[in-house]
């Protein structure tokens, strides 16, 4: 069982950036594939990037690639989502998320979700 609490978002500016962050309990964080998905009023939830356990390989959607950039620190058990050059398209609710799988990139694959933070960015 994995607990997963996120942090970090909030309303700013566009261009601006922010760091969002994920802290899960327990102690096998690094087994882990950790995800980052967002959901925007009336849209279903969609695939923002993702970090693999093992090899550490990151993977992101097209519309947030080069702009934002996922790690993470197993001695912490946190995952960071940085967002630079955000856009009013980014507006959501981000959601972390953990997979025991090796990889994922859609909602089905992920076991275990935070309550979600809200990114609302202005034009």
């Known amino acids: 069982q994995v607990q997963l609490v996120e942090s970090g978002g909030g309303l700013v500016q566009a261009e601006g950036s922010l760091r969002l962050s994920c802290a899960a309990s327990?102690?096998?964080?690094?087994?882990?594939?950790m995800g980052w998905f967002r959901q925007a009023p009336g849209k279903e939830r969609e695939f923002v990037a993702a970090?693999?356990?093992?090899?550490?390989?990151?993977y992101y959607a097209d519309s947030v690639k080069g702009r934002f950039a996922i790690s993470r620190d197993n001695a912490k058990n946190t995952v960071y989502l940085q967002m630079n050059s955000l856009k009013p398209e980014d507006t959501a609710v981000y959601y972390c998320?953990?997979?025991?799988?090796?990889?994922?990139?859609?909602?089905?694959?992920?076991?275990?979700w935070g309550q979600g933070t809200q990114v609302t960015v202005s034009s």
């Open positions: 998320a953990a997979t025991g799988r090796s990889f994922g990139m859609s909602v089905d694959q992920y076991d275990y």
């Open positions: 327990g102690r096998t964080f690094s087994t882990y594939t």
């Open positions: 970090i693999s356990r093992s090899t550490g390989n990151r």
